[in-house]
Every structure is written in structure tokens, then in C-alpha cells.
């Protein structure tokens, strides 16, 4: 089992930054990729970023060149750095986790962010 928490949500003007981090513990040493996806009210979960073991990021388009994600594998933490933030990027995020060999995911509890007008 995997534990994911999530912090550093919250409100933020637009062209604002936030940066997100999530903490892994439990069984860490299976942990594949990581990454973040978003929820807005009345939309399906989307990815955000998704970083490899190995560090190799992938964006969603929406979020390339104003998003990075970066992974500390010694401290089992994952974070979004997110800048240039517009209204549509408010959305409850979501941290997730992928083990390979156990062909299972896991999902912390989210946290808001929010982004004013």
C-alpha cells in the first residue's frame, strides 16, 4: 500500500505561481511513475504531469511550458511547480502513483487550487 498526501493548494490571482508537493510512505520502493492530475467542477479528471522513476516528465498540453514537475526520490516526494496561472486552472488536484508490478495506482485526497480572475 501507498499513502499519497498532497499540500500547497490554495488561492492565487491569475499570471500567479503555486508550488504543489506530495509526500509518498508505505511500500515506496514500487513506486513507478508519479504525477498530478486535476479535476474541475462538473469535468472529467484530467492529467496534468506525470514524471518517470528515471525523471522523464510528460505534460498535458493545456499546462506545457508554464507547469514543471520534479521528483526527489530519496525523500519519495513529488511536486508541480505551476506559473503563469489562469481562472481554467482551478481545479481540485490530485496526487497519483503507479507500481508496476502491482498493477495498482493510488490517489491522495486533493487539495484545491484556485485561481482568481
Known amino acids: 500500500q501507498v499513502r499519497l498526501v498532497e499540500s500547497g493548494g490554495g488561492l492565487v490571482q491569475a499570471g500567479g505561481s503555486l508550488r504543489l508537493s506530495c509526500a509518498a510512505s508505505g511500500s515506496v520502493l514500487g513506486i513507478n511513475d508519479m504525477g498530478w492530475f486535476r479535476q474541475a467542477l462538473g469535468k472529467k479528471r484530467e492529467l496534468v504531469a506525470r514524471i518517470s522513476s528515471g525523471g522523464m516528465p510528460n505534460y498535458g498540453d493545456s499546462v506545457k511550458g508554464r507547469f514543471t514537475i520534479s521528483r526527489d526520490n530519496a525523500e519519495n516526494t513529488v511536486y508541480l511547480q505551476m506559473n503563469s496561472l489562469k481562472f481554467e486552472d482551478t481545479a481540485v488536484y490530485y496526487c497519483?502513483?503507479?507500481?508496476?508490478?502491482?498493477?495498482?495506482?493510488?490517489w491522495g485526497q486533493g487539495t484545491q487550487v484556485t485561481v482568481s480572475s
Open positions: 497519483n502513483a503507479f507500481v508496476a508490478q502491482a498493477m495498482a495506482e493510488y
